[in-house]
């Protein structure tokens, strides 16, 4: 009789056990966002995120010519791209929206010249 209420309770625990496995990576989402410069410039990156109404920054990033950084802030980010000599004066400022799966952008120059801009583009997914 005792052995037959020690195999039910370990019955019991594996069933609770089985559905968080499975049902744990369907509840967490995959909100990476990779960050590689692309430009010759070093850059400083940083994101920021409103979560839970408060306002959550990741620490700055100081990328070289082709370096990458992520970040896994939920939700929309604001993404600025810094010159370190001038810090006070970002490049480029972008939305970037949430999404359940991982994201890739890339720091760019667009134009020439006087007219030349910073900008984040997505980077397509490898097949």
Do not use: Y
């Given at each position: 009789?005792i052995?037959?209420?020690?195999?039910?309770?370990?019955?019991?625990?594996?069933?609770?056990a089985?559905?968080?496995?499975?049902?744990?990576?369907?509840?967490?989402?995959?909100e990476?966002?990779?960050?590689?410069?692309g430009t010759?410039?070093?850059?400083?990156v940083?994101?920021?995120?409103v979560?839970?109404?408060?306002?959550?920054?990741?620490?700055?990033?100081?990328?070289?010519p082709?370096g990458?950084?992520?970040?896994?802030?939920?939700?929309?980010?604001v993404?600025?791209?810094?010159?370190?000599?001038?810090?006070?004066?970002?490049?480029c400022?972008?939305v970037?929206?949430?999404?359940?799966?991982?994201?890739?952008?890339?720091?760019?120059?667009?134009?020439k010249?006087?007219?030349?801009?910073?900008t984040?583009?997505p980077?397509?997914?490898?097949?």
């Amino acid at each position: 009789m005792i052995s037959h209420l020690r195999r039910l309770g370990r019955t019991s625990l594996a069933l609770p056990a089985a559905l968080v496995v499975c049902l744990l990576p369907a509840a967490v989402r995959a909100e990476t966002t990779k960050i590689t410069n692309g430009t010759s410039l070093v850059v400083v990156v940083q994101a920021t995120a409103v979560v839970n109404k408060q306002l959550q920054s990741d620490a700055p990033s100081k990328l070289p010519p082709g370096g990458s950084t992520a970040t896994t802030l939920p939700g929309d980010k604001v993404i600025t791209v810094i010159d370190p000599a001038k810090p006070n004066n970002p490049l480029c400022r972008k939305v970037i929206a949430g999404a359940t799966d991982d994201q890739e952008f890339a720091i760019v120059i667009v134009g020439k010249g006087a007219n030349a801009q910073v900008t984040l583009v997505p980077v397509p997914k490898k097949p």
